[in-house]
């Protein structure tokens, strides 16, 4: 079955450490995106990335780094830059062209 | 700029009651879309409508239906005779025509109680 597999399901990290977070798509989607949900806060845009090779600065990107070098994944990696990282991540991809997202189940990161 | 608004933090009702929750976007395109996302206690969104600025019609679907309004800028959602498996978050996003950017509400909180 087509979807978006997030993994893991829960990441701890240490003080100083960075942790990637994965998430792979077998949809043939072009566009991926990555959101942070902290409580009552909603979804807020870390990254997206529209076509291989290329992505953009969300809302909240400083303290994360993404890279896109296939299709079918687009990890994201939290820098010890990023002092509050403890929130759930969700991944998500699309066709474009206004079309729905597709959304993974989630990683929540948490720190020790 | 893009803004989704969903005013109500948190709902409980009593299950077989009608419920809505109101949804009230910001956007200075004439092309966009409107989507509502459920987000049940195991994390994951599922998409549950979407409706583009140029078809005003409301939808039913089952014990779902949706107002969708261009005069007020609202995009609101009911469901009819509510159930226990009702319970989740349920986010209001918009898109617009184009950027392949989606701008989400903070999402409202619903509690359908037996």
């Known amino acids: 079955d087509g979807g978006i597999t997030q993994s893991p399901k829960y990441l701890f990290r240490k003080e100083g450490q960075n942790v990637t977070l994965s998430c792979e798509q077998n949809l043939n989607h072009d566009a991926m995106y990555w959101y942070r949900q902290d409580p009552g806060q909603g979804l807020r845009l870390i990254y997206y990335?529209?076509?291989?090779?290329?992505?953009q600065k969300g809302d909240i990107a400083e303290g994360y780094s993404v890279s896109r070098e296939k299709k079918e994944s687009f990890p994201l990696t939290v820098t010890s830059a990023q002092k509050n990282p403890t929130a759930f991540y969700l991944c998500?991809?699309?066709?474009?062209?206004?079309?729905?997202?597709?959304f993974g189940s989630g990683t929540q990161l948490s720190v020790l | 700029a893009q803004k989704v608004t969903q005013a109500q933090t948190e709902i409980s009702v009593v299950e077989k009651e009608d419920v809505t929750l109101d949804c009230v976007y910001e956007t200075r395109d004439t092309t966009y879309y409107l989507f509502w996302y459920k987000q049940p206690p195991s994390g994951e969104l599922v998409f549950l409508i979407r409706r583009n600025s140029f078809d005003e019609q409301n939808e039913i679907s089952g014990r779902y239906s949706w107002n969708f309004q261009k005069s007020t800028s609202s995009f609101n959602f009911t469901i009819t005779a509510s159930q226990v498996v009702d319970s989740a978050v349920y986010f209001c996003a918009l898109r617009s025509y184009n950027f392949n950017k989606f701008y989400f509400g903070s999402g409202t909180k619903l509690n359908v109680k037996p």
């Open positions: 998500a991809s699309s066709t474009g062209g206004g079309e729905k997202l597709f």
């Open positions: 990335s529209q076509i291989v090779n290329d992505f």
